[in-house]
């Protein structure tokens, strides 16, 4: 197994509501894949450049113990061509730029750790396709 990696651009979804003449997005190289994370996480200098509004304060759970981050929104988040819109929290700048499993779930992405990319789910058929509701398999009648 190895480190997941991917490019991400991210946009102030504001800007593109409000039809901004100039729209603030940041492209961010090798940003980590992280299935362990729930949330994009940018770094404080990355949300003020995209002028992202302060949402909340929250609790995360980390290796180091519960720590209180500040949330930002909304942001607009293109990966391999798809995209949506996520809030984001800010991460210290000593961690690198996590991409979380809200992101990938909502993207229809996997990574494949045995190749270190992020790729098309395969159960999707290289579709980009989200779940709606689970059919039942094989339904045992009474």
């Not at 492209?27 to 940018?42: F, N, P, R, Y």
């Not at 949300?47 to 509004?53: A, N």
């Amino acid at each position: 197994m190895g480190r997941v990696l991917t490019d991400v651009k991210v946009s102030n979804f504001g800007d593109i509501l409000t039809n901004q003449e100039k729209i603030r997005t940041i492209e961010v190289k090798d940003c980590l894949v992280d299935t362990g994370a729930a949330m994009l996480g940018l770094h404080k200098d990355q949300i003020e450049r995209l002028g992202l509004v302060f949402l909340r304060k929250i609790t995360l759970k980390t290796a180091n113990g519960l720590v209180e981050r500040d949330v930002f929104g909304v942001a607009r988040v293109e990966i391999k061509e798809r995209e949506s819109e996520f809030d984001v929290v800010e991460l210290p700048d000593d961690v690198p730029i996590l991409v979380g499993y809200i992101v990938l779930e909502q993207l229809d992405l996997v990574p494949d750790p045995a190749h270190q990319r992020l790729i098309s789910n395969p159960a999707s058929g290289g579709k980009y396709a989200l779940d709606l509701y689970f059919e039942e398999v094989n339904k045992r009648r009474f």
